[in-house]
Structure formats: structure tokens, C-alpha cells
């Protein structure tokens, strides 16, 4: 299925890349965040709740695993590293099949509980502040959401 790249230079630029695609979600989309620790993934998050219309301050979850917002649709933030080596079920099928917006970070460490149809993210460093963020899709919906991104 499709992927689309590009680069942000600073972290502003990371997170209205975040808005942008929260303006192109349907509820029950589930996104999986990939990247080392300070890429920017919770930046991202932070710029997608905006885009949801969340009013409070997201933070990362990392030691709740998950954290719930109210919005257009809800939120899921999840930050699962911790669960790295466990077979821990926090009830993901819950979440990954309501009408809420599910977001994960380090999302291979929960492999098999994500569902087929998602939207990967993965952030890579560059130089200083500059991010190659590069979107793939694993359904004809994720196809449509990555042009709309394009353009
Ligand atoms: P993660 O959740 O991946 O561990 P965070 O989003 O918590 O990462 O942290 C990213 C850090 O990198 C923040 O301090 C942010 O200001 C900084 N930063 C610098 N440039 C960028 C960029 N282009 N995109 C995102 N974050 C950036
Ligand atoms: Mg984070």
C-alpha cells in the first residue's frame, strides 16, 4: 500500500503535520507511532489532539500506558514501552474498536494485539532539529488519507 515521506525542521512543524492529519481521521483509526526516544512522537500526538479538538494538555503516558481525551472524537494516547517483553493485554481490542482515535507509540512492542488497518508512522532524526517522518498505509482508506496528506 502507499507511503508518503517528508521532513519537518522543527518540532511546530511536526506537530501541525499532526492537526493536518487529525482533519482527515474517521472514528475507530487506529495510528502507530515508531521512533527512538525524543524523536517526536508525543509532539506529534500533542498536534494531533489539537487537530481533535482536544482542549487538554496531552502529555506522554508513558507510565499509565494509556491516557483518554475528550475531543471531536476521543483520543487513545498510548506509550506501550513498557511493555516491552510482557504478553500484557490492557484490553486493546477495546480501544482499537470503538469510534475513537487510537495512537501508539512504540507500537512493535505490541504487535500482536494491533489491528490490520493502520496508518504507520515512523519519525527518524536528522541533522539538529530536522525529522523524516514517513507515513504507510495498510488499507485503501490509509491510501486516500496519505493523499490528502500530499496535498
Ligand atoms: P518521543 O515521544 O518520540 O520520545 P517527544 O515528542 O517527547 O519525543 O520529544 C521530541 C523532542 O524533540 C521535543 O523536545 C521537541 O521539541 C524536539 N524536536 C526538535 N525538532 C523536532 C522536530 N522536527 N519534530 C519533533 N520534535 C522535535
Ligand atoms: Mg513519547
Same mark, same amino acid.
Given at each position: 500500500?502507499?507511503?508518503?515521506?517528508?521532513?519537518? *525542521? *522543527?518540532? *511546530?512543524?511536526?506537530?501541525?503535520? @499532526?492537526?493536518? %492529519?487529525?482533519?482527515?481521521?474517521?472514528?475507530?483509526?487506529?495510528?502507530?507511532? #515508531?521512533?527512538?526516544? @525524543?524523536?517526536?512522537?508525543?509532539? +506529534?500526538?500533542?498536534? %494531533?489532539?489539537?487537530?481533535?479538538?482536544?482542549?487538554?494538555?496531552?502529555?506522554?503516558?508513558?507510565?499509565?500506558?494509556?491516557?483518554?481525551?475528550?475531543?471531536?472524537?476521543?483520543?487513545?494516547?498510548?506509550?506501550?514501552?513498557?511493555?516491552?517483553?510482557?504478553?500484557?493485554? /490492557? @484490553?486493546?481490542?477495546?480501544? +482499537?474498536?470503538?469510534? @475513537?482515535?487510537?495512537?501508539? #507509540?512504540?507500537?512493535? +512492542?505490541?504487535?500482536?494485539?494491533?489491528? #490490520?488497518?493502520? %496508518?504507520? /508512522?515512523? /519519525?527518524?532524526?536528522?541533522?539538529?532539529?530536522?525529522?523524516?517522518?514517513?507515513?504507510?498505509?495498510?488499507?485503501?482508506? +490509509?491510501?486516500?488519507?496519505?493523499?490528502?496528506?500530499?496535498?
Amino acid at each position: 500500500m502507499s507511503k508518503h515521506q517528508l521532513v519537518t *525542521n *522543527n518540532a *511546530n512543524e511536526t506537530a501541525l503535520l @499532526g492537526e493536518k %492529519l487529525a482533519s482527515l481521521l474517521e472514528p475507530g483509526d487506529v495510528l502507530t507511532l #515508531e521512533g527512538d526516544l @525524543g524523536a517526536g512522537k508525543t509532539t +506529534f500526538t500533542k498536534g %494531533l489532539a489539537k487537530g481533535l479538538g482536544v482542549k487538554r494538555t496531552v502529555n506522554s503516558p508513558t507510565f499509565t500506558i494509556v491516557k483518554e481525551y475528550e475531543g471531536r472524537l476521543p483520543l487513545y494516547h498510548m506509550d506501550v514501552y513498557r511493555l516491552e517483553n510482557s504478553e500484557e493485554d /490492557i @484490553g486493546f481490542d477495546e480501544y +482499537f474498536n470503538s469510534h @475513537g482515535i487510537s495512537v501508539v #507509540e512504540w507500537a512493535k +512492542f505490541i504487535e500482536e494485539y494491533l489491528p #490490520e488497518e493502520r %496508518l504507520n /508512522i515512523n /519519525i527518524n532524526y536528522d541533522e539538529g532539529d530536522s525529522r523524516t517522518i514517513e507515513f504507510s498505509s495498510t488499507s485503501s482508506h +490509509f491510501d486516500s488519507v496519505i493523499s490528502e496528506l500530499r496535498s
